[in-house]
């Protein structure tokens, strides 16, 4: 019997990915990086979420293939240029266990006006408890902060130790990319990979209202 080695991005979704969501735009759409067999994007998909699921395992991104409101494009994160138009805009982006330094900025700058940046992964001294080990893979103390402040207002960071779904070292941090006042008027914001676009990635926009986040709430 050929024995084959387990999907990544399986499993339940993380639980910081579920206490934060609710703070998404209605139909926002959401890029999944790194999204393996798509634990967060078929999660956030149900909950009328519209989503880019991007990763270099074709394997993992084929159990996506036809699921509803999920686009999936195969790219290499690190090896290749930037796989998405310089103006692709999204109203979420979400990553866990997954860290390339380089793509930070990217990140940051394709959250849409309310966009959330909803990141979870390894922290220093995640080697002393198992993988990842590598220094390159596990975020420096107050790392993530430092990386997403002054840029977008956060909501809530954690560093530290946790228990579930395994011991680890981690950090994680919801942060808020605020629209600027004059986003009131509700006026239409481009939104790369929408609802009827998502299969169709890299390239295709939809026009979407993606509208200020006024009121933060802190439990879903």
Known sequence: MVQTAPLHGLGEPSEWVRQWAHLIAPGGTVLDLASGAGRHARWLAQ??????????????LATLNGVPGIGVLECDLEG????????????????????????????????????????????????????PSNPAFLLAPGELLAVCAPALRVIAYQDGFILRPREAFVQRICAVREAPAAAENLAPQRATAGSDAVSEIPGHTQTSKVLPVSRYVLTA
Not at 47 to 56: I, M, Q, S
Not at 102 to 107: F, I, T
Not at 109 to 117: C, K
């Open 47 to 60: 909950r009328g979420h519209p989503v880019a699921a991007l990763d270099r395992d074709a394997a993992a």
């Open 80 to 131: 290749a240029p930037w796989p998405l138009p310089d103006d692709a805009r999204f109203a979420a982006i979400v990553v866990t266990n997954y860290l390339h330094r380089p793509l930070m900025p990217r990140l940051l700058d394709a959250l849409a006006p309310g966009g959330v940046l909803i990141y979870e992964t390894f922290a220093r001294g995640n080697e002393t408890v198992g993988k």
